[in-house]
């Protein structure tokens, strides 16, 4: 039944079959986190980086009412191009762009659901989506979290942007026992810059000690996700106070403009690339391009885990 909504590619099918390593990438960031062509080219470049390292790219979106994990170059190009045309899809969303039969972006936490679908334990973003600054008020709580806390999907990101507020996103992870896992750091990173002032639950040092806790928690029947925070490297991080103030400015333009819901995320990502002249977008490109060489990496040693 499930193969009538759900569509791998032949390739991503062909080494599931035979167990060999696959990174889940997510549309989101290529039709809202990134303008054309940019976008377009760091979601090319994105799979060369796990194809280097030796893993079989699963970009996932939702083509013609079709859950699609390994997108075609075409595909890839088309969800780029229409940019913010392209709805974007959690949870919530994915029954009604099925039955439509329309084309969506989905999120990470629409992208978990499909990864897990289709048994792809691994996936590499840029950052995820959390609780709101203000949020005590506005209750803005990403889906992402939500996904985090039931589905069995190892998400490897560059932390959380402090767009968001980190504190009680680490909170709310830790209520819903969702592991935050430093890579080779004992400091939650923010996105941009390597430091936030906040801690992981663990760091690990390589990647089989790492495969190993993942396949134990779900080996034990702990379902749910596990975060990785992997720091943008030293070279592309940003300098503190010129992103914390485009930032801050970001959030004040936002809320002048009242804009809510689903819109802010993208609103915000492509305000602060105004802010910082297009310095924010740089260091973007690269912390994805980490992020892909240690989901390839890490989806090598899972594949060799055994009880
Ligand atoms: N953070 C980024 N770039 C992105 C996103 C987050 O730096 O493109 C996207 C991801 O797809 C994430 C989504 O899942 O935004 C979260 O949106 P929201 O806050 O509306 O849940
Ligand atoms: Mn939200």
């Not at 930032?247 to 802010?275: C, D, N, R, S, Y």
Request: aromatic residues 6%; hydrophobic residues 45%.
């Amino acid at each position: 039944m499930l193969n009538h909504y759900l569509k791998i590619s032949p390739e991503v099918s062909k080494a599931l079959s035979e167990g060999k390593p696959v990174v889940a990438l997510e549309s989101t960031i290529i039709a809202h986190g990134m303008p054309y062509p940019k976008n377009v080219e760091t979601a090319l470049a994105v799979e060369n980086i796990v194809r280097k390292n030796k893993a079989i790219p699963a970009t996932i979106a939702i083509i013609d009412g079709k859950l699609c994990a390994g997108l075609s170059k075409k595909e890839i190009q088309h969800i780029g191009k229409l940019g913010q045309k392209v709805v974007k899809v959690s949870r919530r969303d994915i029954p009604f762009i099925l039955a439509q039969k329309i084309t969506g972006a989905t999120t990470v936490a629409s992208t978990m659901i499909i990864a897990e679908m289709a048994r792809i334990p691994i996936f590499a973003t840029g950052g995820i989506g959390g609780v709101h600054r203000g949020a005590a008020s506005s209750m803005d709580v990403s889906a992402d979290l939500q996904e985090l806390a039931n589905t069995n999907v190892a998400v490897v990101s560059a932390g959380a942007k402090s767009i968001l507020d980190l504190k009680l996103t680490l909170e709310y992870l830790e209520t819903y026992g969702v592991p935050v896992v430093g890579f080779k750091t004992d400091e939650f990173p923010a996105f941009y810059t390597r430091k936030s002032g906040l801690g992981v639950d663990y760091r690990v040092d390589n990647v089989t000690d790492l495969a190993k806790a993942i396949f134990t928690k779900w080996d034990l029947g702990l379902n749910g996700g596990v975060l990785i925070a992997n720091p943008i490297l030293k070279k592309y991080q940003m300098k503190f106070e010129p992103i914390t103030e485009a930032i801050e400015k970001a959030i004040q333009v936002a809320e002048k403009k009242e804009i809510q819901g689903k819109k802010i995320t993208p609103f915000l990502l492509a305000k602060i690339e105004k802010l910082t002249k297009g310095k924010s977008l740089d260091a973007n490109i690269q912390l994805v391009y980490n992020n892909a060489k240690l989901a390839a990496k890490l989806a090598i040693a899972y594949s060799k885990q055994t009880i």
